[in-house]
């Protein structure tokens, strides 16, 4: 047995992501009040959530509790080489704060198209210098010495919201995660759905403004060019050149990031800045209808709001995309959809692969 005292290391650092890098806010010692436990035999398993911005690991027992997490900045150079590079050392960092468990398998999420078969992930449009297919899976099964299972991570964090979050209760779930770009995924009868393209849940690409702002996809009018931070961005910048005036770049450059991350925008909204008030304002009024097209077609029984911005802006902003869904849900009132935010906030994903890790584990 592990001496009394060698719980103080994880009291400092479980559940703390580093301060120098996006959205790093908890000072709590333990994840959701779930204090550290220790034995040195069980089995552990590792999660990754790979996202354009950061990086989330954590380690967890077999009943997949938090046993602890780290944090990193994803690199903005360097391609896939620095990502793997910069898993590597946060991975490192999260299992010295664990218990010395045995760890069996890990799994991870990854903001791009994955070839299941071989692990593989072709291209990963949000995180810079990821241009051709890359062997993720085979890469990290080399360094990290398990078997590594890679999905894409909208559907690893329904994964972890619907076995371990919020949407624990319901069949049929949609999830809709707003981040860098606006993501979605379909869960019916408990399984992720994935389509004859591989493409099914791809909400962010659903039309909400025919002829209407140019999206990343090179389309108009997308959900995506309404309620994704970047072009939430570029509309500012393009605002701000025209002379009006806002604290959202005051407060990103406060704050030392480049980009307006959403820890930056939910703080102009908090101040009361107009032009960040007027950002979400379009995109609750975009989600609204692309979202109830999507419930009127599918009649899941819940839509879990999540990602990013959406765990940032949490409660109120999924109540506000509920009353924007009302008027164009064909069973309304006390019928309606159940509207939730992702219970498991930033861990969603990284909890999500240690679903997928332990769901695809042999054994
Ligand atoms: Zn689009």
Redesign the pocket.
């Given at each position: 047995m592990p001496a009394p005292d060698a719980r103080s290391s994880d009291a400092r650092t479980a559940g703390r992501p580093p301060d120098d890098v996006p959205g790093s806010s908890s000072g709590s010692r333990t994840m959701h009040g779930v204090p550290p436990r220790r034995s040195s035999t069980a089995p552990t398993y590792l999660g990754i959530d790979l996202g354009a911005t950061k990086i989330e690991v954590v380690v967890t027992g077999a009943d997949l509790t938090p046993l602890s997490r780290a944090r990193a900045a994803t690199p903005a150079r360097g391609g896939p080489p620095a990502v793997i590079t910069a898993i590597e050392a946060a991975v490192a960092e999260a299992l010295a704060t664990a218990p010395h468990g045995r760890l069996v398998a890990a799994g991870i999420g990854v903001p791009g198209h994955v070839d299941r078969a071989t692990g593989a992930v072709a291209r990963s449009p949000n995180i810079r210098g990821w241009t051709a297919s890359y062997p993720l899976q085979a890469e990290l099964e080399t360094r990290l010495g398990v078997p590594v299972a890679v999905d894409n991570d909208v559907r690893t964090a329904l994964l972890g919201e619907h076995r371990l979050g919020a949407a624990a209760p319901y069949h049929d779930v949609l999830a809709v995660w707003f981040g860098t770009g606006v993501g979605g995924a379909l869960l019916l009868d408990g399984m992720i759905r994935r389509g004859r393209l591989d493409a099914c849940g791809e909400i962010?690409?659903a039309c909400a403004t025919p002829g209407g702002r140019r999206?990343?996809?090179?389309?108009r009018g997308?959900l995506?060019?309404y309620a994704g931070r970047s072009s939430m961005e570029r509309r500012a910048r393009e605002r701000v050149d025209k002379g009006d005036k806002t604290t959202l770049f005051t407060l990103m450059r406060k704050a030392a990031r480049t980009r307006l991350t959403s820890g930056v925008i939910a703080r102009a909204l908090d101040q009361g800045d107009l032009l960040a008030n007027e950002l979400i304002n379009d995109a609750v009024r975009a989600a609204g209808p692309v979202i109830a097209s999507a419930v009127n077609i599918l009649d899941v029984d819940a839509v879990v709001i999540g990602g990013g911005l959406g765990t940032r802006l949490g409660q109120p902003f999924s109540r506000r995309i509920h009353r924007a869904m009302q008027p164009h849900l064909l069973h309304d009132g006390r019928a309606s959809v159940t509207v939730l935010s992702a219970g498991l906030g930033d861990l969603s994903g990284a909890l999500g692969g240690v679903v997928l890790a332990s769901e695809r584990a042999p054994g």
């Open positions: 962010g690409h999206c990343a996809c090179g389309r997308c995506e060019a």
